[in-house]
Each structure stands twice: as C-alpha cells, then as structure tokens.
C-alpha cells in the first residue's frame, strides 16, 4: 500500500511545528527553537520531516562532524496520534539515504533505557547496541548506544 504521506527536507516555515512536536513528543532535552534555527540553515545537520496534508506528523535530526564518517541521529520523533504507520521507520530509511549519500559509513544514536518503544524499533531495522551512557540525560536517565553500519559499507567493528 502507499504511504499516505511524504518526506522532505525541513524547512525554515516548518519551526513552529517542529518546535512543538518536540515538546509533545519529549518530557525532557527537548531541542529549542534556536537550536532547530540552526540545524535547518547548518549545511552539517539534516532535518527530515514527515508530512500530510494536515501537516508535520514526524521529523529526524542528524549531526555530521567535519572529516569523521560516523553520523549522529541526534532526534526523532512522530506525533502521538501518527504512531503504529511506520512513519519512524520511513524517516530512518530517508535519514540512512542520505547519510550514505554524504559518504559516512556509520550511523550511531543515543536511546533512553527506559524507552522501549524506540529501542524495539532501532533494534528491528538493524541498529547494534555497543555501549552505555550514564545520567547522559537531563532528568539523569542512562543511554544505551546504539550504531548501525550502513549497506555497502565494509564491516568492521564498532570504534568506541
Ligand atoms: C519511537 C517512535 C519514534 C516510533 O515511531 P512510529 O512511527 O510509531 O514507529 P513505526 O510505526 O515506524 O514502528 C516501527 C517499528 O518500531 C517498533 N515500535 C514502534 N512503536 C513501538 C511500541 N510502542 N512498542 C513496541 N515497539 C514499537 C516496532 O518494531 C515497529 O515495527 P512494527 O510496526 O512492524 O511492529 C515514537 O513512538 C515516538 O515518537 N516516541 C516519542 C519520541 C521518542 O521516544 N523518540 C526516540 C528517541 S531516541
């Protein structure tokens, strides 16, 4: 079946609502609007957006560093009432695109421990838990580690 809905690129006229998903979707670390400013205008960042005809139904976030080939997925997140359609699983697969597209061979993220929906989902397509994270959030909740190597990249193991 189609997807009934789309992924572009962010763009400057999407702050408003990606700043408020952000607030719906997290209860802490969320990203100010200063900092999305920033991501959609900083040719090292990407920001994906989920989009309908009603609007933003999800978004991802990804940090590249200068002269490292590991990406970061800083963020992601769907709108509650958007969940279950694979609306998260669409934005990683754009996000793996591009991130190959950029010539990085690995894409590594943080995931609360005490979140298990994101970390069934990150665990179903593929990403590899590789480390831990203590109090890495703001209200002092741990991290694991997480990286997958993308498609057509030589394996090797993970460098810390
Ligand atoms: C985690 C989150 C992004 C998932 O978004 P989603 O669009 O509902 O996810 P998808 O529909 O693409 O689901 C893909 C897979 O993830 C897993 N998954 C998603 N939600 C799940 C849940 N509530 N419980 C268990 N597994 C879940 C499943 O394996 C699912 O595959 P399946 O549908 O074939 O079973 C969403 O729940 C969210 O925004 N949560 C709040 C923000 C957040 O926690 N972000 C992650 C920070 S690291």
């Not at 090292?44 to 309908?52: G, I, Q």
């Not at 997925?73 to 694979?86: N, T």
């Amino acid at each position: 079946m189609p997807a009934d809905f789309q992924i572009r690129h962010a763009v400057a006229a999407d702050l408003p609502a990606l700043v408020a998903l952000e607030r719906r979707a997290f209860t802490t670390d969320h990203l100010s609007p200063r900092q999305y400013r920033h991501h959609l205008s900083n040719p090292r960042a990407l920001v994906l957006a989920a989009v309908d005809r009603t609007g933003l139904l999800g978004k991802a976030v990804v940090l590249f560093r200068k002269g490292s080939d590991i990406a970061r997925l800083y963020s992601i997140a769907v709108d509650d009432a958007a969940r279950g359609r694979g609306i998260a699983k669409a934005l990683l697969r754009a996000v793996e695109r591009d991130v190959r597209g950029r010539g990085c061979t690995r894409l590594r993220l943080e995931v609360n421990q005490a979140n298990p929906a994101a970390i069934a989902l990150y665990e179903k397509i593929g990403y590899r838990r590789f480390g831990a994270y203590a109090g890495f959030y703001e209200d002092g909740t741990d991290a694991w580690r997480y990286e997958k190597l993308l498609a057509g990249t030589k394996a090797t193991r993970p460098r810390p």
